[in-house]
């Protein structure tokens, strides 16, 4: 079928998507992802969006990250690629430590999709990734709440926790590109790296960055950073700006229009 209602309704009936959904909402990623890849193996282009717009109904943020992208025109379908939810706490985050709210979601995106149960191997926790040791050491030093690891899995909780280790990040080093780093890698090596280049510039320290992984992550941070600042904002600084950690400036008006618009 044509119809795009019709088209949703047959692709929710696959038993391997609705296998994939259930296992999404009890908690088992892994188990989850093995079924999704099933059903879209099966799926064309139309029926792949389709799968992926269920999801996002559904909350599972990230499938539009791993799914879309395959077709060209689907590089332009920047709202279910980079999700925005929690508006008012980033916004809130923001205000109180004075950061700008489109890196908190842009440090979301890069850490968690915006999935408030995501957990790493290393045991970072919620939407920003926080260890529990971190999010400790900051409720400490902040007087934020902070009722233990699983409290991490609140996403206020973990955005206020997580924006305000950005902010002493911040405070640490005096370049956001340097504390998204330090955000990355820990503090250790981003002061090793200081030392070695002290005096370089932001485009260059960042790629000379040792950990490709990290040098990796500050570019796609700040790139991300933009693509907040539009979808908050309706214009951009440019990531020229953001490099330099400006927060003011000429902001540049443009559309994002979705495919076949």
């Known amino acids: 079928p044509n119809d795009p209602p019709a088209l949703r309704r047959e692709v929710a009936r696959d038993p391997a998507l609705q296998r994939a959904l259930a296992l999404y909402r009890i908690d088992q990623p892994g188990w989850a992802v093995r079924e999704w890849n099933d059903a879209l193996s099966r799926f064309d282009d139309a029926r792949r969006r389709a799968a992926v717009a269920l999801a996002q109904d559904q909350g599972w943020f990230d499938r539009a990250v791993f799914s879309l992208g395959k077709a060209a025109n689907e590089q332009r379908m920047y709202q279910p690629r980079f999700p925005l939810h929690h508006d008012a706490d980033i916004r809130a985050a923001a205000r109180r ?40 050491a900051v409720a400490r030093r902040t007087g934020l709440p902070y009722a233990g690891a699983e409290s991490l899995y609140d996403s206020a909780t973990n955005i206020a926790l997580g924006s305000a280790y950005l902010r002493e990040m911040e405070d640490k080093y ?83 229009p979705a495919p076949g618009a």
């Open 174 to 256: 005096g370049q956001t590109y340097q504390a998204i780093a330090a955000y990355n890698a820990g503090p250790t090596p981003t002061a090793r790296w200081l030392s070695q280049r002290p005096t370089h510039d932001p485009d260059l320290w960042i790629e000379t960055i040792s950990y490709k992984e990290t040098r990796d992550y500050v570019a796609r941070v700040l790139a991300f950073s933009a693509i907040y600042d539009w979808r908050l904002n309706g214009n951009a600084l440019p990531v020229s700006e953001r490099l330099l950690g400006r927060t003011e400036g000429q902001r540049k008006p443009f559309a994002c």
């Open 97 to 136: 430590h004075a950061l700008d709210p489109a890196w908190i979601a842009a440090e979301i995106r890069a850490e968690s999709v915006f999935n408030p149960n995501a957990r790493s191997p290393a045991n970072a926790r919620g939407l920003m990734q926080l260890l529990p040791t971190t999010a400790a």
